[in-house]
């Protein structure tokens, strides 16, 4: 069976706990959990902004929030194998830049 790679928009979802979460965690439970991964470019993309909240806290409350955020961050990507970004994937990605498909740059 193939990979089932979430990318940054998945795992945005299942951080938010939201009705939407759930629909997808239930989608998710069907497939074998060794069949799911995503990758390193969501996990850094993610990372970065959660990392510019906890920055930001101004207040101890605020501070609480973003680390229990960044926290929920870390558990979610520890459920799911994480693709690297080797010389083969530099090389899909230039050819899909070259290709000029009509997506923005962190969706290739």
């Given at each position: 069976?193939?990979?089932r790679l979430l990318d940054?928009?998945?795992?945005?979802?299942?951080?938010?706990?939201?009705?939407?979460?759930?629909?997808?965690?239930?989608?998710?439970?069907?497939?074998?959990?060794?069949?799911?991964?995503?990758?390193?470019?969501?996990?850094?993309?993610?990372?970065r902004g959660?990392?510019?909240?906890?920055?930001?806290?101004?207040?101890?409350?605020?501070?609480?929030?973003?680390?229990?955020?960044?926290?929920?961050?870390?558990?979610?990507?520890?459920?799911?194998?994480?693709?690297?970004?080797?010389?083969?994937?530099?090389?899909?990605?230039?050819?899909?830049?070259?290709?000029?498909?009509?997506?923005?740059?962190?969706?290739?």
């Amino acid at each position: 069976m193939p990979i089932r790679l979430l990318d940054t928009n998945h795992m945005s979802i299942l951080e938010r706990q939201s009705q939407e979460c759930r629909r997808l965690e239930s989608h998710l439970s069907a497939i074998p959990q060794d069949d799911i991964a995503t990758t390193i470019v969501s996990y850094e993309e993610q990372t970065r902004g959660w990392l510019s909240v906890s920055a930001q806290a101004q207040t101890q409350s605020m501070q609480i929030a973003a680390y229990l955020r960044l926290k929920r961050h870390l558990d979610i990507y520890g459920k799911f194998a994480v693709v690297q970004y080797d010389e083969r994937a530099a090389e899909v990605f230039e050819r899909l830049k070259q290709a000029k498909i009509r997506i923005g740059t962190m969706d290739l």
